[in-house]
């Protein structure tokens, strides 16, 4: 995702396509930039899901702390071992990640990488998890994962790397 300047000052998620629909923005001038805590991150990405989940007539997730562990410790480790991927540099699968601090069943993916070096940009704000969710929510795969009608829960992680302008986002979905 490549932000603009346009980006910074103006929010506009669209409309979408004929067979889906995105929500409009939640973030405004006013609070899109003030970095927030982890806590209110994941609250505040959990609504952008349901948001643009219920447009879709599917009904909302509810956030798993199993999940946003799984999601967290992912994104901290493509920060950590500066890499990019959905399965780590040993091969292990988003499933695998999971299973390894004790949850079960298959899980399903997204994950973002924004790399700039403005120093806006790497702030943990509700403007970039609202940019990300835009983002996957116009990305087919992604989309996909995000409007599962069998998926009921989900897990959220973000971190960022101030020395490099990196900020890793991953969604987590059963």
Do not use: C
């Not at 993916?109 to 806006?120: D, F, G, K, T």
């Not at 990300?132 to 795969?141: D, E, I, L, R, T």
């Amino acid at each position: 995702m490549v932000y603009s300047y346009k980006d910074t000052f103006y929010f506009n998620n669209g409309l979408g396509a004929v067979d889906w629909s995105i929500g409009k923005p939640k973030v405004n001038l006013w609070n899109a930039h003030n970095t927030r805590s982890l806590t209110e991150l994941r609250v505040f990405a959990l609504e952008l899901i349901n948001r643009d989940r219920q447009l879709n007539r599917l009904p909302p997730l509810v956030e798993d702390s199993l999940l946003a562990q799984s999601a967290q410790s992912h994104a901290e480790d493509m920060k950590a071992r500066n890499y990019y991927a959905h399965l780590t540099p040993e091969g292990r699968t988003p499933t695998d990640r999971f299973a390894s601090i004790g949850g079960q069943g298959g899980v399903g993916e997204n994950i973002m990488l924004q790399s700039q070096s403005i120093v806006i940009s790497s702030r943990l704000s509700w403007g970039l998890v609202e940019n990300f969710q835009k983002s996957w929510m116009y990305s087919n795969g992604h989309r996909a994962n995000l409007l599962n009608p069998h998926y009921t829960r989900v897990g959220y992680g973000i971190v960022s790397d101030p020395m490099t302008g990196k900020v890793y986002a991953v969604q987590n979905f059963q």
